[in-house]
């Protein structure tokens, strides 16, 4: 394992990028960081910026008018870096996936590396699909 | 509008603060706010025209899925449009179920505007708190329905699920723990005096200002304007149980605070007689709507924000709406900063934009972009012109035609 990639397992920093959602994967990702769950416990804190981010937490069906700024984000964020995709809407399209503003899925426009569908998922598993994908990181 | 001598100041698209995409430039000059401008559409998903699409049973869990946090709101006012289309009343129990899960989403929503105001003053006591009790709703939920958010409790003609009997006992013992809370949230969060030298006398909002932008919900009930349509217009059980609008007089973002948290009181007892009242006894819970007629029906429900208001039109022949309207509460409640930011000092607009408890993907109607010549994005003012030029184009396209219009005038 490379040093860097060792270094993006210590803590991870979230940056949380939101391309047309209904909002409900958005709280459950801040649900997260509140005392039940308590993220934080981890390390695992939300950055400022993309360019502080290890992690993009990425929800919502990414509609044709944040497109540019979505894979701006990406292109900001330093590499190595892991992209999730949280939601049925990121994942897939789900219920939107024929609408007229449809420009994702989210994998159409910047590589995805985790896979967390539910509408939305629960707190427990976007804990379970990142420790996942942190096990099998090699 | 943009003056070269002032200072941009964007807030979004992306911000760490803002859990939803959007986008407000501040006009400054110094430290005071002269102008605000807001950019619609990183959220627009085009639910109304996908509405069109499907069958009148899979619209209740689109409209569902218009807004996360007020995700009951939605098809209890379409279902109500639906039914008042038909001309059905649904059965008793089904409109006691329908207001628990309306007030519990209240109560769910009113926690989590706290914690989120807390988080914009940087008092992250309070966001870390008012999350923690919110916890217990999302279980009761979980209980009921299945589900933490998103319920999919609603159908045409009454309820998906019953409550049963052996929970009522839980519920009710979990409400009271809750109630508990949030009365020592309410307490600590009043008679705090950082939160007090913060918030009073700050994006104060008029009766006048509230009728002149149509702003309804907590944000009206908060400058003393008395509005709630549970009240005005009853539907579900809501005239069948005993509870009060609360209203203050100042209209800052204090007030905003006060409603909200004393509203969480209200549907704590509006929940409990509820399930006094579907406690032991049996009925039925949904009724069976065979055909759709054709015909057009409005419904309405009065959300967290405030009052959601749905229109549907059928055609008779077709499974699916042929036209379905909906106006989030937002949409009104989001331009009155033009009355209460302009003058304040730029540390106290983000509280003060956060005060209406803005929800952007209920709101956004219309998304304009053109990501490929890198245009400027278009402005308030822009959006306003061209529906204002596109109405003109039709009145006259229909003038030509005589017909409808004619008919109105």
């Known amino acids: 394992m490379s040093l860097k990639l060792k270094a993006l397992k210590k803590s991870l920093w979230v940056y949380h990028v939101s391309g047309g959602s209904c909002n409900n994967c958005d709280i459950e990702i801040l649900d997260l960081l509140t005392p039940r769950f308590d993220v934080e416990r981890f390390g695992i804190i939300l950055a400022a910026s993309p360019r502080h981010a290890d992690v993009l937490l990425c929800t919502g069906i990414v509609n044709k008018k944040c497109v540019e700024r979505v894979k701006e984000v990406y292109q900001q964020t330093p590499k190595p870096c892991v992209v999730v995709a949280v939601g049925t809407c990121s994942c897939s399209g789900g219920i939107f996936r024929d609408g007229y503003q449809m420009a994702g899925p989210l994998d159409k426009i910047i590589p995805v590396d985790v896979y967390i569908p539910g509408c939305p998922p629960k707190p427990e598993s976007i804990i379970a699909g990142i420790v996942k994908f942190l096990k099998e990181l090699k | ?409």
């Open chain 2, 1 to 409: 509008m943009a003056n070269n001598k002032k200072v941009i100041v964007p807030i979004g698209p992306y911000h760490p603060l803002l859990e939803e995409p959007e986008y407000f430039q501040l006009y400054c000059d110094g430290e005071e706010v002269v102008d605000v401008e807001w950019i619609a559409g990183y959220n627009h998903r085009g639910i109304e025209k996908l509405s069109e699409s499907k069958h009148y049973d899979q619209v209740t869990f689109l409209v569902e899925r218009i807004c996360g946090i007020c995700s009951t709101s939605h098809p209890i006012a379409y279902c109500n449009a639906v039914e008042d289309l038909c001309g059905i009343e649904i059965p008793e129990r089904a409109k006691y179920i329908r207001s628990v899960i309306g007030e519990l989403e209240r109560l769910h929503s009113h926690l989590l505007w706290v914690g989120l105001a807390g988080h914009f003053l940087g008092y992250n006591t309070v966001f870390m708190w008012a999350w923690k009790y919110r916890e217990p709703i999302l279980d009761m939920f979980e209980m009921i329905t299945g589900n933490r958010n998103h319920y999919a409790m609603l159908r045409i003609g009454g309820v998906r699920r019953d409550i049963e009997d052996e929970d009522v006992p839980i519920l009710k013992k979990t409400l009271s723990e809750v109630k508990g809370k949030i009365e020592m949230l309410t307490e600590a969060v009043l008679d705090d005096p950082v939160l007090a030298a913060r918030l009073k006398g700050v994006g104060i909002l008029k009766k006048e200002d509230i009728k002149n932008y149509g702003a309804i919900g907590p944000v009206a009930r908060a400058s003393g304007v008395d509005i709630d349509v549970r009240r005005d217009d009853p539907y579900a059980a809501y005239n069948l149980v005993e509870w009060k609008v609360i209203t203050t007089e100042n209209g800052d973002v204090f007030d905003k605070a006060v409603v909200r948290l004393l509203e969480c009181f209200e549907s704590i007892k509006i929940i409990e007689q509820c399930l006094d009242a579907i406690y032991h006894k049996k009925g039925e819970i949904w009724k069976e709507v065979r055909e759709i007629p054709e015909g057009e029906g409005i419904g309405h429900h009065e959300a967290p924000r405030g009052e959601v208001f749905h229109y549907v039109r059928s055609d008779g022949n077709t499974t699916s709406p042929v036209r379905h309207k909906i106006r989030a509460p937002s949409y009104v409640n989001i331009p009155t900063f033009k009355a209460s930011c302009i003058g304040e000092t730029i540390s106290d607009v983000c509280i003060i934009l956060a005060g209406v408890d803005p929800c952007y993907c209920c709101t956004e109607r219309i998304a304009v972009y053109d990501n490929d010549k890198k245009k400027k994005n278009y402005s308030f003012k822009d959006i306003v012109k061209k529906s204002i030029e596109k109405t003109k184009k039709i009145k006259e396209e229909i003038g030509k035609e005589g017909k409808l219009w004619k008919g109105l005038l």
